[in-house]
């Protein structure tokens, strides 16, 4: 997980990874088909969270500042670990010739989705989240442009993106 | 620069490229350092825009306007070019092994952050667009939120989330 995150899935080699894991190149193979095989795995694992992903079905706390409690916990993160998001990178990745990977981000997305937008709902029943845009749609657009964010952290060696990411969300698109 | 949209940097070689423009591979070297030489010139080159960027100044459209329809060409182009963005692709790779096309990209994403944010101003002053935040930090959130639908594009194998992002951004950010 370590390496594809640092270099993406084009960016490292099974024998960067049984190097890394002090393991038989040979080995490998006993374990995955592919280096594919793993990578699917893998972008599973990842998509249960960097961050406590709990924070967003609390039912104690206020719809709206749990989706705000969630976003500060993966600045927090992101602004640390600069290696970036490995489904970001994979989604970069992503092609017709590695359709496991593809399938399992599909997978992560839509429940990192399901989550959020549950959230979002919640906080349009409570009156503090605006109602003319569907939940779902509202989800994965924050999804995408969180990624984005990411994605220009990297570039610009800086965690100002995913500032504004949640300065510009929590005062115009969602309330 | 085809293959470096469709593969992104790693996913192709030097020989990738000669072999796709059927030179021998030795005189590769002859023009550029490096793979990411090349990489970097081709950044640059893209960066003049996949769609005529010059709507966006048009002095006689209305500044929201042309914004609407800087997106409308974007979705337009992204719908029917599969591929994806090789910005977006190359921002996901970039690395500290990658430092000519770090800084191609740093410049790319600022001469459109520019434009963007130039449309934005305007738009801001004509009494269209929401004053409340800042032109430059509202441009580079669209970008990068565009850059992350692109993305979800390629996995949903499907131009939805383009236009998720248009009605997200101008029933909401921007008005």
Redesign the interface.
């Known amino acids: 997980m370590k390496l594809f995150t640092?270099?993406?899935f084009?960016?490292c080699s099974v024998q960067d990874i049984t190097e890394a894991a002090v393991v038989p190149k040979g080995s490998f193979y006993n374990h995955f088909k592919s280096k594919e095989a793993l990578a699917a795995e893998i972008v599973t694992e990842y998509g249960k969270g960097s961050t406590d992903r709990s924070i967003l079905n609390n039912p104690e706390v206020p719809a709206l500042t749990r989706l705000k409690r969630h976003f500060a916990a993966l600045n927090e993160y992101f602004s640390r670990c600069n290696d970036?998001c490995l489904v970001?990178?994979f989604?970069?990745?992503?092609?017709d010739e590695t359709p496991l990977i593809?399938e399992m981000?599909?997978s992560v997305?839509n429940v990192w989705g399901e989550q959020i937008s549950a959230a979002i709902a919640e906080g349009q029943e409570q009156g503090t989240i605006?109602t003319?845009?569907k939940a779902d749609?509202?989800a994965?657009?924050l999804?995408?442009?969180?990624?984005?964010?990411i994605?220009?952290t990297?570039?610009?060696k800086s965690p100002k993106?995913l500032k504004?990411?949640v300065?510009?969300v929590f005062?115009?698109?969602i309330v």
């Open positions: 640092e270099r993406g084009n960016g970036g970001g990178k989604m970069a990745e992503v092609s593809r981000l599909l997305l605006r003319d845009l749609d509202l994965a657009f999804i995408d442009s969180y990624e984005g964010a994605l220009r990297r570039v610009e993106a504004y990411f300065k510009v005062s115009s698109i």
